[in-house]
């Protein structure tokens, strides 16, 4: 069996006393780095010690705009959409080099991490929505791939070892014109230089309707499906087509929609857990539990085999109440995992 590797989507809760306001003017004026940068390091090191094998620093930015502010900068560009290498930077890892020194001191090894990059598509429909400039959408790819590069060059203590190309919108937004060899090509574009690199390429879609499209992109070898939440879309992949491309999965084995789940909790004892939060934790000791998340594994298992390369949870725990409920979440996956190798 291949190893089957833990990675988490991204988005983590703030901590008590930190609010979304704080966090965006901090990023934006830089004057509270160390504050800014120890919210950052707490949330990292919760994913390291819930058992995380390859974590992703929390993302408390906008996915759009953390990297279209760069691209917006003309200081920044050598022309138009084409970000400079040096200015396209996640300042998320500049915070978590702390972390990944203390961790290589404490384990004598390096410590592995993925990111997250906005993919082309999505930048593109933010700035463009419907219209079709295909040398902007390249352009936009381009720069993608120099945040890429640049964060893989400039990493010092840790390891990049994945990179999650971000496409929520491909398979869900009508606004989506170009056609397919345009999408192939930018999502090729996007991922080329950690592909060079030797990193696996994920994409995470948040509908598997054209994952076709990735797997044609000789530069992404991992499809993302949000399988916990809605199983049905395992029905959207065929065996043949990852084969046939030398494609792996990551696959959802916890679910991430804390509303719905919540809803479960708000019918069986007729009450509201956002108002009445006793239940809440519920979610983590009774729904989204070890067994459970060791049950999904093992029936995804059985069909997809050593096609399965990355499992986590479906998506980021941005929305969850509070960190000790996302770290629990984590943990049980963490547990989930460690059953199912037990029964293999």
Request: charged share 30%; with cysteine.
């Given at each position: 069996m291949e190893e089957i590797i833990f990675d988490d989507i991204g988005s983590y809760p703030l901590p008590e006393g930190v609010s979304k306001e704080w966090i965006q003017n901090a990023f934006k004026t830089r004057e509270e780095d160390e504050k800014l940068f120890t919210v950052i390091n707490d949330a990292f090191q919760q994913k390291i010690d819930a058992g995380v094998d390859v974590p992703t620093y929390p993302q408390y930015q906008d996915m759009n705009e953390q990297f279209l502010k760069v691209i917006r900068d003309s200081n920044c560009c050598d022309?138009?959409?084409?970000?400079?290498?040096?200015?396209?930077?996640?300042?998320?890892?500049?915070?978590?080099?702390k972390v990944a020194k203390a961790y290589k001191e404490q384990f004598g090894e390096t410590l592995k991490v993925r990111i997250c990059v906005t993919g082309p598509t999505e930048l593109y429909l933010r700035e463009f929505g419907g219209t079709q400039y295909t040398d902007i959408y390249s352009l936009l790819a381009k720069s993608v791939n120099n945040f890429v590069r640049?964060?893989?060059?400039?990493?010092?203590?840790?390891?990049?070892?994945?990179?999650?190309?971000?496409?929520?919108?491909?398979?869900?937004?009508?606004?989506?014109?170009?056609?397919?060899?345009?999408?192939?090509?930018?999502?090729?574009?996007?991922?080329?230089?950690?592909?060079?690199w030797g990193a696996d390429v994920e994409i995470h879609l948040h509908s598997p309707l054209y994952y076709n499209l990735a797997c044609e992109a000789p530069t992404i070898n991992v499809i993302g499906v949000e399988?916990?939440?809605?199983?049905?879309?395992?029905?959207?992949?065929?065996?043949?087509?990852?084969?046939?491309?030398?494609s792996f999965l990551r696959l959802g084995i916890a679910r991430?929609?804390?509303?719905?789940l919540a809803g479960v909790l708000n019918e069986m004892y007729?009450?509201?857990v956002w108002k009445d939060q006793k239940y809440l934790s519920e979610i983590v000791?009774?729904?989204?539990?070890?067994?459970?998340?060791?049950?999904?594994?093992?029936?995804?298992?059985?069909?997809?085999?050593?096609?399965?390369?990355?499992?986590g949870p479906d998506c980021g725990l941005g929305s969850w109440p509070n960190q000790r409920m996302a770290f629990i979440l984590l943990s049980n996956v963490a547990q989930g995992i460690r059953n199912f190798k037990g029964f293999l």
């Open positions: 022309s138009p959409f084409e970000v400079k290498l040096e200015c396209a930077r996640i300042e998320e890892l500049e915070a978590i080099e640049n964060s893989m060059r400039s990493a010092k203590n840790f390891k990049i070892t994945t990179v999650s190309i971000d496409e929520p919108s491909i398979g869900l937004n009508p606004e989506i014109t170009f056609d397919e060899n345009d999408i192939i090509s930018a999502l090729t574009n996007a991922s080329k230089a950690a592909s060079k399988s916990a939440g809605t199983p049905s879309y395992l029905e959207l992949i065929d065996r043949k087509i990852l084969e046939d491309t030398d991430t929609d804390i509303f719905t007729c009450t509201n000791s009774q729904l989204e539990t070890p067994d459970t998340i060791t049950k999904r594994l093992r029936v995804y298992y059985r069909r997809f085999g050593n096609l399965i390369k990355y499992v």
